[in-house]
């Protein structure tokens, strides 16, 4: 039996990162997505500039632990730089927001 001690979570992590990276393993960087759910899976289509890029298929289970993941990585980067991220929700109301305000300077002139 080995005395070996399991490598802790966080250097679990950082050695599949590792391994990704030096693997050449193709990375992909995306500024828009698309989800929908089927009764199988759920499906996310990842999008640059509004164009496709890769289609994930992943199972129930996949896609909620990503979905608390991404989150949980959010908000200890929120709670660092104590600042909230917009969303491209938030981001595209405040530029129609600004719009309309532009179009009413506009016909006050």
């Known amino acids: 039996m080995s005395d070996e001690k399991?490598?802790?979570?966080?250097?679990?992590q950082q050695d599949r990162i590792a391994r990704?990276?030096?693997?050449?393993?193709?990375?992909i960087y995306f500024n828009g997505f698309l989800n929908t759910i089927s009764?199988?899976?759920?499906?996310?289509?990842?999008?640059?500039n509004g164009k496709p890029v890769v289609v994930l298929n992943m199972s129930y289970t996949i896609a909620k632990t990503l979905a608390v993941s991404l989150g949980q990585i959010i908000?200890?980067?929120?709670?660092?730089?104590e600042r909230n991220m917009l969303t491209t929700?938030?981001?595209?109301?405040?530029l129609r927001m600004q719009a309309t305000e532009g179009a009413k300077k506009?016909?006050?002139q």
């Open 39 to 48: 009764i199988g899976d759920v499906l996310t289509i990842l999008e640059r």
């Open 20 to 27: 990704a990276i030096d693997a050449g393993v193709p990375q």
């Open 6 to 12: 399991p490598a802790s979570i966080e250097q679990e």
């Open 89 to 94: 929700h938030d981001v595209e109301k405040a």
């Open 75 to 81: 908000s200890q980067f929120e709670s660092g730089v």
């Open 106 to 108: 506009e016909t006050k």
